[in-house]
């Protein structure tokens, strides 16, 4: 099992930064991939980025190419998003997210609760 816990949302201009980070206890950080996904009002859950497990391999959806980075640090046990040049469109509730395998997986079973980005033009 694991637990997470994501942090650092909250309102920013269009045009603006804000760095997410992602909190992970129970099993051992180091061993699984990691990613995040986000969830605007009326639409589904999407992905966003992906890491794997020793933070060398990484992927993006074309949406937030170039803009967002996913990042990690095995001896913080955390996974962070950085997010540059915002739009009103980034605007959703982001969720990190883990099947507890090297492999990521697209349908991970845990979950963090999320936190919310608001991006205002």
């Known amino acids: 099992q694991v637990q997470l816990v994501e942090s650092g949302g909250g309102l920013v201009q269009a045009g603006g930064s804000l760095r997410l980070s992602c909190a992970a206890s129970g099993r051992t950080f180091s061993s699984y991939a990691m990613g995040w996904f986000r969830q605007a009002p009326g639409k589904e859950r999407e992905f966003v980025a992906r890491i794997g497990w020793s933070g060398g391999s990484t992927y993006y959806a074309d949406s937030v190419k170039g803009r967002f980075t996913i990042s990690r640090d095995n001896a913080k046990n955390t996974v962070y998003l950085q997010m540059n040049s915002l739009k009103t469109e980034d605007t959703a509730v982001y969720y990190c997210?883990?099947?507890?395998?090297?492999?990521?997986?697209?349908?991970?079973?845990?979950w963090g609760q999320g936190t919310q980005v608001t991006v205002s033009s």
């Open positions: 997210a883990t099947d507890l395998t090297p492999v990521f997986s697209i349908r991970p079973r845990y």
